[in-house]
T-cell receptor
Framework: GQNIDQPTEMTATEGAIVQINCTYQTSGFNGLFWYQQHAGEAPTFLSYNVLDGLEEKGRFSSFLSRSKGYSYLLLKELQMKDSASYLCAVTDSNYQLIWGAGTKLIIKP | GAVVSQHPSWVICKSGTSVKIECRSLDFQATTMFWYRQFPKQSLMLMATSNEGSKATYEQGVEKDKFLINHASLTLSTLTVTSAHPEDSSFYIC?????????????FGPGTRLTVT
């Protein structure tokens, strides 16, 4: 079956760095997405990885290792507004998005 | 980036009535659109895949006669919740897939909050 795992909840301090991990087992792989979702709102796109390595975009970076079925989202210089759920999603061989359950990130002052 | 709109943003209806939600891709054509439902504090749940010009593909456990999907054009898909009940109250989100780009990214609409009284 298809499966995506990520931690349910994480807590971090304002100004610090946090890494949210995602492991996946899917039928085929055509890319991995990270989305941010604030409560009561639709998800917003953060990053897309299809090749191994690190993609940096401002305070957010995303890493992918296809051989290990592993990705992480790295958030630096955390701000209170970063409190949200972070969703990992993998595009399978049929270009269908398989979603993780999301990681709720709580930022404390 | 590409823009997807949803209408209405929120709706309150009485039990037993039907509600139609529209999803439009504003600046690209989408052969494939997706309808999700999200209950409070839970992750997105895919309800169905909407294909332009053909019948929608429903996920297991989703009643196709209750959640009617029509994808009549490359920029519009509609979800009709028929004979709504309070347990249908949820946040409904659509997304449209841009298949012209290489990453097949899905762009999300802002969501529709449905409350059935």
């Amino acid at each position: 079956g298809q499966n995506i795992d990520q931690p349910t909840e994480m807590t971090a301090t304002e100004g610090a760095i946090v890494q949210i991990n995602c492991t996946y087992q899917t039928s085929g792989f055509n890319g991995l997405f990270w989305y941010q979702q604030h409560a009561g709102e639709a998800p917003t796109f953060l990053s897309y990885n299809v090749l191994d390595g690190l993609e940096e975009k401002g305070r957010f970076s995303s890493f992918l290792s296809r051989s290990k079925g592993y990705s992480y989202l790295l958030l630096k210089e955390l701000q209170m507004k970063d409190s949200a759920s972070y969703l990992c999603a993998v595009t399978d061989s049929n270009y269908q998005l398989i979603w993780g359950a999301g990681t709720k990130l709580i930022i404390k002052p | 980036g590409a823009v997807v709109s949803q209408h209405p943003s929120w709706v309150i209806c009485k039990s037993g009535t039907s509600v139609k939600i529209e999803c439009r891709s504003l600046d690209f054509q989408a052969t494939t659109m997706f309808w999700y439902r999200q209950f409070p504090k839970q992750s997105l749940m895919l309800m169905a895949t909407s294909n332009e010009g053909s019948k929608a593909t429903y996920e297991q456990g989703v009643e196709k006669d209750k959640f009617l999907i029509n994808h009549a054009s490359l920029t519009l898909s509609t979800l009709t919740v028929t004979s709504a009940h309070p347990e249908d109250s949820s946040f409904y989100i659509c997304s449209a897939r841009d298949e012209q780009g290489g990453d097949y990214e899905q762009y999300f609409g802002p969501g529709t909050r449905l409350t059935v009284t």
